[in-house]
């Protein structure tokens, strides 16, 4: 037979997430513009609400509009994929010359004339002030080159502390327990038509919370329904990741070990 489909209209809804990021090396002021730039290219569906500079640190507001960019941004930052992607995306925006090269520094090679194919390359500096003032750098595949300085750009490496941003994203989550009142309504409609074994669609304008709403509705039928189970279906495995451990926590013990 054909399903019949009852269509709930929501508002979106947001929570925010706060990321502090350490980054090794530049001007806090020409960082702190470039990484927000660098946040809105990385997070797709997010969007950084401010960026403020403290003791060498940047601590980042991120809006989140949804439980499914939340899942995301969580499982790519304490993977630590967000990191590399910030860190790239910096380096695309930053040129930071360094005139005076010190051992350790963290480069990148440009403007290489006779040998073109290394211009981007990652390397770190050995020692300096060698021959005609260059500078020994080694390549990430070991391999070692000198270079003048003027061929160098410090390397911009992000780095999220994870540990905090951990217990961010498990604040947020928690906060996202409230439903608005269009949610609310939304998992009425959807509760309603489910006591009617109706197959249900539940439509609404992306960020507006659906994912959330269909965990409240899963998270009902787990506590009230004995002996029941839910089949939770995503093309994200961090959001199929997520909304696991969201009911699991929320669920009586005996529905937990089942």
């Known amino acids: 037979p054909t399903p019949q489909f009852t269509a709930c209209e929501m508002y979106a809804a947001s929570a925010s997430v706060l990321l502090r990021v350490a980054l090794s090396a530049g001007d806090p002021e020409e960082l702190s513009t470039a990484l927000e730039a660098a946040i809105r290219a990385t997070l797709p569906g997010a969007a950084p609400i401010s960026v403020d500079t403290a003791d060498g640190e940047h601590v980042v507001h991120v809006g989140v509009p949804s439980v499914h960019v939340l899942a995301g941004l969580r499982g790519a930052v304490l993977s630590g994929e967000f990191d590399a992607t910030l860190s790239q995306a910096l380096n695309q925006a930053l040129t930071l010359s360094t005139a005076e090269p010190a051992v350790g520094d963290a480069v990148t090679l440009r403007g290489l004339v006779k040998r073109p194919a290394l211009n981007g390359s990652a390397g770190e500096v050995l020692s300096v002030g060698e021959a005609g003032g260059?500078?020994?750098?080694?390549?990430?595949?070991?391999?070692?080159?000198?270079?003048?300085?003027?061929?160098?750009?410090l390397r911009v490496e992000?780095?999220?502390?994870?540990?905090?941003?951990?217990?961010?994203?498990?604040?947020?989550?928690?906060?996202?327990?409230?439903?608005?009142?269009?949610?609310?309504?939304?998992?009425?409609?959807?509760?309603?038509?489910?006591?009617?074994?109706?197959?249900?669609?539940?439509?609404?304008?992306?960020?507006?919370?659906?994912?959330?709403?269909?965990?409240?509705?899963?998270?009902?039928?787990?506590?009230?329904?004995?002996?029941?189970?839910?089949?939770?279906?995503?093309?994200?495995?961090?959001?199929?990741?997520?909304?696991?451990?969201?009911?699991?926590?929320?669920?009586?013990?005996?529905?937990?070990?089942?």
């Open 134 to 153: 260059r500078c020994l750098v080694r390549l990430a595949d070991g391999s070692r080159l000198l270079a003048q300085p003027a061929n160098l750009a």
């Open 158 to 258: 992000a780095k999220v502390d994870r540990s905090e941003s951990a217990a961010q994203f498990e604040a947020s989550a928690a906060a996202l327990d409230t439903l608005t009142p269009h949610q609310q309504q939304a998992l009425a409609e959807l509760q309603a038509g489910a006591g009617a074994e109706q197959d249900l669609h539940l439509r609404a304008p992306a960020g507006a919370g659906k994912t959330f709403v269909a965990l409240h509705a899963a998270l009902s039928t787990l506590r009230t329904a004995r002996g029941s189970r839910v089949l939770f279906v995503a093309r994200n495995e961090a959001l199929a990741l997520f909304a696991a451990a969201w009911l699991a926590r929320r669920c009586p013990a005996g529905a937990r070990r089942r």
